[in-house]
C-alpha cells in the first residue's frame, strides 16, 4: 500500500513541477505577445514575416506564432497559437497550416543543438525540417484552397437554391 501512496506522490509532484516550468515560459510569452500587440511590435514581425505567410496563404497574423514555435517548439508555440485563436486572429486554414510547419519543424536551435552534441551535422538536420515542413506546407495550403472553393461554390449553390 505504501508504494502506491509514493509512486502517486512521485506523479504528482513531477506532474506539477512539469507545469510549472511550461508556466513559467507560456506566460511571460503570453505577456510579451499582450505588450508586442499594444506597442505594434507586432505588426513589425508581421511584415517581417509577411512574404513567408503570403507563400503559404496565411494570414499575417499567423506570423508570430509560427516564429515562436519555430523557435521555442511545440509546448510554448501551442500556448500562443491557443491565444491567437481564441482572440480570433486565426483561420482554421491558418490553424492546419501551422500545425502541418511546425509538425516538422519546431524548435529547431534547441533540438538541432541536442542532435549536435551528439554528432548529427546541424546544417543538414535544420536544412531537412525546413525543407520538409515548406514542402508539406505548400502543398496542404494548395489543398485547403481547394477544399474552402468547393466549399465557398457548394455555399454559392444552396444560396441560388434558396433563391429559385
Request: net charge neutral; with cysteine; proline share 2%.
Amino acid at each position: 500500500m505504501m508504494d502506491i501512496l509514493e509512486i502517486f506522490k512521485e506523479a504528482t509532484l513531477g506532474s506539477l513541477s512539469s507545469v510549472w516550468q511550461i508556466a513559467i515560459i507560456v506566460i511571460p510569452l503570453m505577456i510579451i505577445m499582450q505588450l508586442a500587440k499594444d506597442y505594434k511590435i507586432l505588426d513589425y514581425i508581421s511584415r517581417f514575416l509577411k512574404p513567408v505567410t503570403d507563400f503559404f496563404g496565411m494570414s499575417k497574423e499567423s506570423g508570430f506564432p509560427l516564429l515562436i514555435g519555430l523557435i521555442f517548439g511545440l509546448s510554448y508555440g501551442a500556448g500562443v497559437i491557443i491565444q491567437s485563436s481564441k482572440e480570433g486572429n486565426l483561420s482554421k486554414k491558418d490553424l492546419v497550416l501551422l500545425i502541418v510547419f511546425l509538425a516538422s519543424c519546431h524548435a529547431v536551435v534547441e533540438d538541432t543543438l541536442i542532435f549536435v552534441a551528439v554528432g548529427a551535422n546541424g546544417w543538414v538536420l535544420f536544412g531537412a525540417r525546413l525543407v520538409v515542413a515548406v514542402i508539406a506546407t505548400y502543398i496542404m495550403s494548395k489543398r485547403l484552397e481547394k477544399v474552402f472553393s468547393l466549399k465557398e461554390m457548394d455555399i454559392q449553390r444552396e444560396i441560388i437554391k434558396q433563391n429559385i
